[in-house]
């Protein structure tokens, strides 16, 4: 696998403002044997280093595949329908109202979440379920911070997520074809949202998140298939029993709650022992082959979150 190349920029040039503050704020703190108290965790939560298991070695898909290449039905069935057709779409101002099983209910202003979370840097192995993979360098923060702030309660056993409904600002949801039902929704079990792998992203490639990728905030997984990464959330729900997710509700024998990477389970319509890497190659499809590891190559980190489960029952 060819190794990954640091841009050759300084870091400071390709982080966004709020990524590179808290950098400094974890550096200044780290200096000052303050690192993960006082003043060294005053802007957010503690950054605490960079672990290797975030940030995989992989050569980065270049970036205009990342963001002409999409999945995004509210712009158009096609790859390239969310960059032309998002141009519109407004991510601000924009709110996420967090509720259900917690004992602080809220709506939180995107710029509050820019303000109070320590974004960081996550290069991530994405798997779509139509075998294609892409490695992304996402801006964002672990879901457990912001349920952290919003306190579950016990009874609280997943996490409902809800993408806006703006016809006017997305032709895919207005008109007389529907793709899907809107909104778009995902869920996750409270203990995969908690996983520190389990991000909000607001940003990729050192800029903030553009409209196609899911403005301005959506879902990153990384073990889970692509559709899970569920775009523009403007809901967050805490509840006790499994949530619907759309790609369920749309073909329930394809598509299933769990949605965990795993080449021993094919979709019924395509293999997925294999994937094709965007932007690497000119092989017949554009892209390199390669084997698809178990949970996309994090099993070490969440695994043991299904131990006991059959994988193919609960796909
Ligand atoms: N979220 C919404 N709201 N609508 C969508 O159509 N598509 C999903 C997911 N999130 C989708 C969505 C699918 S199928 C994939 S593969 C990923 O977004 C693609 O994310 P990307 O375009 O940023 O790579």
Same mark, same amino acid.
């Given at each position: 696998?060819?190794?990954?190349?640091?841009? #050759?920029?300084?870091?400071?040039? %390709?982080?966004?403002?709020?990524?590179? @503050?808290?950098? +400094?704020?974890?550096?200044? $703190?780290? /200096?000052?044997?303050?690192?993960?108290?006082?003043?060294?965790?005053?802007?957010?939560?503690?950054?605490?280093?960079?672990?290797?298991?975030?940030?995989?070695d992989d050569k980065l898909t270049p970036q205009k595949d990342v963001t002409t290449y999409n999945n995004f039905y509210e712009f158009?069935?096609?790859?390239?329908?969310?960059?032309?057709?998002?141009?519109?779409?407004?991510?601000?101002?924009?709110?996420?109202?967090?509720?259900?099983?917690?004992?602080?209910?809220?709506?939180?202003?995107?710029?509050?979440?820019?303000?109070?979370?320590?974004?960081?840097?996550?290069?991530?192995?994405?798997?779509?379920?139509?075998?294609? #993979?892409?490695?992304?360098?996402? %801006?964002?923060?672990?879901?457990?911070? @912001?349920?952290? +702030?919003?306190?579950?309660? $016990?009874? /609280?056993?997943?996490?409902?997520?809800?993408?806006?409904?703006?016809?006017?600002?997305?032709?895919?949801?207005?008109?007389?074809?529907?793709?899907?039902?809107?909104p778009y929704v995902e869920g996750l079990r409270l203990d995969e949202a908690r996983n520190p792998l389990a991000i909000l992203a607001?940003?990729?490639?050192?800029?903030?998140?553009?409209?196609?990728?899911?403005?301005?905030?959506?879902?990153?997984?990384?073990?889970?298939?692509?559709?899970?990464?569920?775009?523009?959330?403007?809901?967050?729900?805490?509840?006790?029993?499994?949530?619907?997710?759309?790609?369920?509700?749309?073909?329930?024998?394809?598509?299933?709650?769990?949605?965990?990477?795993?080449?021993?389970?094919?979709?019924?319509?395509?293999?997925?022992?294999?994937?094709?890497?965007? $932007?690497?190659?000119?092989?017949?499809?554009?892209?390199?082959?390669?084997?698809?590891?178990?949970?996309?190559?994090?099993?070490?980190?969440?695994?043991?979150?299904?131990?006991?489960?059959?994988?193919?029952?609960?796909?």
């Open positions: 696998m060819a190794a990954y190349r640091p841009p #050759s920029i300084a870091s400071s040039e %390709i982080t966004p403002h709020q990524v590179y @503050l808290s950098r +400094r704020t974890f550096m200044a $703190g780290a /200096a000052a044997g303050l690192a993960l108290s006082g003043a060294g965790s005053a802007l957010a939560a503690p950054l605490v280093g960079k672990p290797t298991s975030y940030k995989v158009g069935v096609g790859k390239a329908d969310p960059a032309q057709n998002s141009g519109e779409f407004k991510p601000r101002p924009w709110t996420i109202e967090v509720g259900g099983l917690v004992a602080k209910p809220q709506v939180i202003d995107i710029e509050t979440v820019m303000k109070e979370f320590a974004m960081e840097e996550r290069i991530y192995r994405m798997r779509c379920v139509e075998a294609w #993979s892409m490695v992304i360098p996402w %801006i964002g923060f672990p879901i457990s911070a @912001l349920l952290d +702030r919003v306190e579950p309660l $016990g009874s /609280a056993k997943y996490v409902a997520f809800q993408t806006v409904v703006r016809p006017e600002e997305m032709p895919g949801q207005g008109g007389f074809f529907q793709a899907l039902d809107w607001t940003g990729l490639y050192g800029e903030t998140l553009p409209n196609q990728n899911g403005a301005p905030i959506r879902l990153v997984v990384p073990w889970k298939y692509g559709f899970k990464g569920i775009k523009s959330i403007v809901k967050i729900t805490l509840t006790e029993k499994e949530p619907p997710s759309t790609w369920n509700l749309s073909a329930p024998k394809e598509y299933g709650f769990y949605a965990n990477v795993n080449p021993l389970v094919d979709h019924p319509r395509w293999s997925q022992a294999t994937e094709r890497r965007i $932007g690497e190659g000119d092989g017949l499809f554009g892209g390199r082959r390669l084997d698809t590891l178990p949970f996309n190559g994090y099993a070490d980190q969440v695994a043991s979150l299904y131990s006991g489960m059959d994988l193919k029952k609960s796909f």
